[in-house]
């Protein structure tokens, strides 16, 4: 697999790498709080608790969200600072920083595992047992290389592309064309699925897989608290969680953008609404997911206002079509190839219109400048 096939690692959220042997370990490992705090916001379920002790399906639920983005973290961390190769024993330092970060990973992972087994998703069992296994002999295999690699600078960088980075084009497509919109946890499915975590040779493409296989899970879907559902034409958007007024407001204000069909230009979208939207309520904490915009949008916020009735709002996009685009949305603080992500301060009065409004600046595929030269050659 060539350094060419890097492909999408999302560094969201600001967290800051800590010393895995640092005393303050445990704290550091909060997760779910760490991703927020960095924005001021105070998350009301501790991280750190074991599933069984958050109770709700839905504030499991929302800690594996956090533990995804916290490891999209760490893998686009891993990558070699330039500057290491400027200091003595530079080599030897990143390499350690390789074999401490394939600790940490299998640590990680597991935690999203960990949550999975508390969730009644009994049909799933294989694949979380496929996924426990996948995860221990990528970073047995990230640690040979990284033996291997000795002082070699080019060696440790290939290392970390291949081995935690890469992400193929055809194994995107294959998981695109696999796992998508709540599949049935059928046995031909679950064969699908292990194929795919058997051919998966990095942590990005496998943490890709994780993330589509827990997005797309009917049985996941199905434990959640769903307070809402619309679907048509292979589109959805759905209340998860629970449920107040803001999360209410946010869901018809995408119910409407949805529902203006091949009339989306009226109210100044580019193209159809998303094609699928998750609104998730655990706590005081709203997730919301929204396919096929920066590939997928994530957006992040404590639903209590501040005292000037402002509500902080922090998103990630996986993947950037369009940089020039990326640059124009408010509050952006991180542009590349591969993820961006920033935070804006919307008003509580008008939380759904911002966030609309907001969703209709994000570049989708479409938007892409190879895309736009094929759809409108005249222009080139």
Known sequence: MSVSKIGSISKGFNHQRTNPESSGEQEDRRLGAQTLSN??????????????????????????LDLDIAIKEQL????????????????????????RGADKLTRNFEEIFSCIDHLPITESNDIVTSLRAKVSELALGLKGDVIKAGLDWQLLRLTYANDVAAMSADYVRRVADIIYSFMDMSDANIQSIRELIHDSHSFNELLHLTHSYIMNNDELRDALELWS?????????????????????IYQKFLEAWR???????????????????????????????????????LVMNTVPDQQDNILIQYHMSKVPNKAMAYQLPGISTVRHAYAGGQWLASSKNLGGEIINFVKQVPTDIDSPIAQAILHPENK
Do not use: C
Not at 229 to 249: K, M, T, V
């Open 39 to 64: 924005a001021g916001i105070s998350i009301d379920v501790d991280p750190t608790d074991n599933p069984e002790q958050l109770g709700s399906n839905t504030l499991i639920f929302t800690k594996i």
């Open 76 to 99: 686009a961390d891993l990558a070699n600072d330039p500057s290491m190769e400027l200091m003595e024993n530079g080599a030897d330092k990143y390499g350690t920083i390789l074999l």
């Open 260 to 298: 203006l069909g091949d009339n989306y230009a009226r109210e100044d979208w580019r193209h159809k609404a998303p094609i699928a939207v998750d609104i998730v309520l655990a706590g005081n904490i709203l997730h919301i997911v929204v396919r096929d915009y920066g590939h997928s949008l994530n």
């Open 229 to 249: 559902d619309s679907n048509n034409e292979g589109h959805y958007i759905r209340g998860l969680g629970r449920r107040n007024e803001i999360a209410e407001d």
